[in-house]
């Protein structure tokens, strides 16, 4: 498996690693490694995959599925909307592709992947399209598989959007009551009715026009969602103030993905955490064909320290107006230690966000993404000459603040998923392990987005004063490189 290694030097650990995976793929069939952010898992994946001969790998994200490519040279399979109709100037998925004999730059990609030995593609199309050619092949090798559930939660959950239904002439209105039996046959006697009509009279217009493919993608897309949760083995819950559908666990979904392969499957992550609780959430229950591969931090500890000088803010309801008072005097204070210096602080919700934009609106280092200009204010804050800062919640996990573009953070608070979400509410009921975890995954994926190798340094501040307790009763969910960097 080595030999397979794409460079020439092995660095830290991978060699090793290398070594223990062929060895252990001999006995098991699943191997779940757990290396931190800098181990190099990328090339560990490559060396894997030209090893078992064909292989899919699989990202969260469609960014980093750019990388393999861009990395590795690989060949690489999105969904049809990132690609151009060879008929029109609109996207694949918009198309009609019935009989159709033009130039299409999908189905050269659809091609090129099931002739490539090695093809690289992310959760979304791994679920929508899970076997794109008639075989499985030999190894599946998942990358940050910790966001298995999340993603495939987001792709199967649906939300009825009444008022845009009732602009494509579908007009309805969801029953007053939480008993699925009867949304199901509102759902199935109603609304799929509907939709299917309005699919027919929009198929037989034969439109081109590019309002009315994107109403036959959206009622497509909603039809087949909703078709897939009538049949669901799972159980859903309705979530009446966002009047959505949403499973509890995704084993029946994530079942498609294992059988994209053969009999190996190799799950790479730097936040596993827990593997029971990692295996329990992406439905694996039977342990007994899976190892478990931990791989220690190479990177100084003296790099990363975690500080706990400002962790006296209690952010609880009953404290808040206080507590907000004392985390902006706390965030004052560490802005001025680290002028001149880019930073981020993790803000674990848009309300503390907001609060510390409405503190500091004068502070014009600090930056303020939201979910439409997360991109756009990442790169402002990439290209700048000044001391930038950015202040949100959502930049946890696939930002790469390397070197100076972080030399300190701030974590505000515990990242508790929302209980305000029914999912998450009835899921913590029936497995609080799993409640824990997931915080575990957030916190630790916050605490990595600024030391991104062994030479990079970046100091933690974790404000939040229920840390201490937190981190002592969860010992076990957290890596013990995690805890080497804590300044108490």
């Not at 952010?315 to 981020?344: A, C, F, P, R, W």
């Not at 510390?356 to 756009?376: A, H, M, Y």
């Amino acid at each position: 498996m080595i030999n397979n290694f794409p460079f020439e030097k092995f660095m830290g650990y991978q060699k090793k690693i290398l070594k223990t995976i062929e060895k252990t793929f001999k006995d098991k069939k699943i191997i779940v490694l757990e290396a931190p952010t800098g181990s190099g898992k990328s090339p560990i994946a490559l060396a894997v995959a030209k090893y078992f001969k064909n292989a899919y790998i699989v990202t969260s994200q469609k960014l980093l599925q750019d990388q393999y490519v861009n990395n590795f040279n690989l060949v690489e399979l999105k969904g049809k909307s990132n690609y151009m109709c060879g008929m029109r100037p609109i996207p694949a998925n918009l198309a009609k592709c019935k009989g159709c004999f033009y130039p299409c730059q999908y189905r050269k990609a659809l091609n090129d992947a099931i002739k490539s030995d090695i093809t690289i593609l992310n959760y979304h199309v791994a679920l929508m399209q899970h076997r794109i050619n008639e075989e499985p092949r030999n190894i599946l090798i998942c990358d940050e598989c910790h966001n298995i559930e999340d993603v495939f939660m987001s792709m199967v959950e649906f939300k009825i959007n009444l008022e845009k239904l009732a602009s494509m002439k579908i007009k309805t209105s969801i029953p007053d009551t939480n008993d699925m039996e009867k949304l199901k046959k509102w759902l199935n006697g109603d609304l799929l009715v509907q939709i299917e009509k309005e699919l027919n009279i929009l198929e037989e217009k034969d439109s081109d026009s590019q309002d009315d493919l994107m109403k036959i993608d959206y009622l497509s897309n909603l039809y087949s969602k909703i078709s897939n949760f009538l049949i669901s083995s799972e159980k859903w819950v309705y979530c009446d103030n966002e009047k959505s559908f949403k499973p509890l666990k995704i084993k029946s979904f994530t079942k498609r993905l294992f059988e994209m392969s053969k009999n190996k499957i190799l799950l790479m992550s730097a936040t596993v955490l827990n593997p029971d609780s990692f295996l329990e959430s992406i439905g694996l229950n039977d342990r007994s064909d899976v190892a478990y591969i931990p791989v220690p931090s190479t990177f100084p500890k003296e790099n990363r320290k975690i500080s706990l000088a400002y962790c006296n803010v209690n952010l609880k309801y009953t404290n808040l107006k206080q507590g907000i008072k004392d985390l902006n005097s706390n965030i004052e204070k560490i802005l001025n230690k680290h002028i001149g210096e880019k930073g981020v602080i993790h803000t674990t919700n848009y309300n503390i966000a907001k609060n510390i934009q409405d503190n500091f609106f004068l502070e014009d280092r600090l930056l303020f993404p939201t979910p439409k200009t997360r991109f756009i204010t990442l790169d402002q804050h990439i290209n700048s000459k000044k001391d930038t800062v950015l202040v949100s919640p959502s930049m946890t996990e696939g930002v790469d603040l390397k070197d100076d573009l972080s030399r300190f953070q701030i974590i505000c608070k515990i990242p508790y998923p929302f209980l305000g979400d029914k999912q998450i509410t009835e899921r913590k009921k029936i497995d609080p392990d799993w409640y824990i975890w997931k915080t575990c995954i957030s916190l630790v994926q916050s605490y990595g987005r600024s030391i991104r190798s062994e030479s990079d340094h970046a100091k933690t501040y974790i404000l939040d004063e229920s840390f201490k307790w937190f981190v002592k009763i969860n010992a076990h969910m957290l890596p013990k490189w995690f805890f080497e960097a804590i300044e108490y």
